[in-house]
């Protein structure tokens, strides 16, 4: 498996139209905008799409999923690291005045 399959937007995890009409019935639809430099948070599963990028400037993307330590995957991820990290590690809490910037 090449990592390009799953950064590409011909994903198999899509939704269907009636599905996705019947969403925006009952809950809206929202086109956020942003000026350079804007950041939008949303949980991966909310219905989303994006246009193409018509700018000359690129659009950089970032998924972060934090998990149970005791839901790490049965089988290893074919993915490379960069993609999909395998340090299933716990996180370790700073203490408070280490929090401070």
Do not use: C
């Not at 990592?3 to 994903?11: G, M």
């Not at 991820?77 to 590690?89: Q, T």
């Amino acid at each position: 498996m090449n990592y390009e399959s799953h950064t590409t937007a011909q994903l198999p995890y899509t939704i269907d139209a009636e599905t996705l009409a019947n969403s925006v019935r009952k809950n809206g639809i929202v086109a956020p905008k942003g000026v350079a430099g804007f950041v939008l948070l949303f949980h991966p599963s909310t219905f989303h799409a994006s246009a193409p990028n018509l700018s000359p400037f690129n659009r950089e993307l970032l998924i972060v999923s934090y998990n149970s330590v005791e839901n790490a995957p049965a089988v290893d991820s074919p993915r490379p690291d960069f993609l999909a990290g395998k340090d299933y590690n716990p996180l370790i809490p700073l203490e408070q005045d280490k929090l401070i910037l």
